[in-house]
């Protein structure tokens, strides 16, 4: 479902990233460790379709994804992979329904029927008429998972989701992620370093930066 092969990534001089080979199949989920600084970040948006790698290749089910010409490339990625950002890329002054609606558009997906269903499944039905910025913060990221999940991804990337959380909220978004991974039978990829996360998944990979 995912592989990589070779992935070296440079920012800079003191920038540079030799990435470890990944081969992930569906249902399977990764813990990508690594300190401060060691690109754990940057090899999510590489496995994204958002970086393109300076040499090294990204295939997802076949598609090696950065030989896509751009568009095609954001039309793949809207349909195959859910990325979960740190900090919600979510639009405030829209509704929870709206914001979804809007990554069924952009992915040209039919994907209007399975909104109510994630909403349901993530326990934010009752606030599909809400707008984002009336919800919790635990509520906010769990609409950040929504819109992550409702085209129904190959592939779920998830920077740091549950840094702002409390225990309770972090045990949940955890929870929600590893179920809808396996019923969608979905690579998980999970960047933490948050201890309560790493109790969730024993595969793990540690990046470093080399000099
Ligand atoms: N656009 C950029 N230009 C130059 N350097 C960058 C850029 N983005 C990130 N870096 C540098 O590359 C390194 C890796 O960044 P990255 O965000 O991937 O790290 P990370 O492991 O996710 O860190 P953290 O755990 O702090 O979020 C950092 O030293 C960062 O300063």
């Known amino acids: 479902m995912l592989n990589t092969h070779n992935i070296y990534f440079r920012y800079d001089a003191e920038n540079e990233f030799h990435l470890p080979d990944l081969s992930l199949k569906g249902g399977q989920n990764l813990l990508i460790l690594g300190q401060s600084g060691s690109g754990k970040t940057t090899l999510l948006n590489i496995l994204g379709g958002l970086l393109k790698p300076i040499n090294g290749e990204v295939i997802i089910d076949n598609t090696s994804i950065y030989k896509l010409y751009e568009s095609k490339l954001d039309k793949f990625r809207g349909n195959n992979i859910g990325i979960v950002f740190q900090k919600p890329h979510i639009i405030t002054a829209l509704t929870v329904r709206e914001n979804l609606q809007l990554a069924a558009y952009f992915a040209h997906s039919q994907s209007g029927d399975r909104i109510d269903y994630i909403l349901n499944e993530l326990d934010i039905g009752h606030k ?3 707008k984002i910025q009336h919800l919790s913060e635990g509520e906010a990221q769990r ?12 592939i779920i990337l ?5 840094s702002s959380l ?3 909220n972090s045990h949940r978004v ?4 590893m179920e809808q991974a396996g019923k969608m039978d979905a690579v998980l990829i999970v960047v933490t370093h948050d201890q309560r996360v790493k109790n969730h998944i ?6 470093g930066v080399k000099k």
Do not use: C, F, G
């Open 174 to 177: 955890m929870e929600l992620l």
């Open 128 to 130: 599909a008429q809400s």
């Open 143 to 154: 609409v950040s998972i929504a819109r992550a999940l409702v085209n129904s991804p190959k």
């Open 158 to 162: 998830a920077d740091e989701p549950t």
């Open 202 to 207: 024993s595969n793990r990979i540690t990046v």
């Open 166 to 168: 409390d225990d309770v």
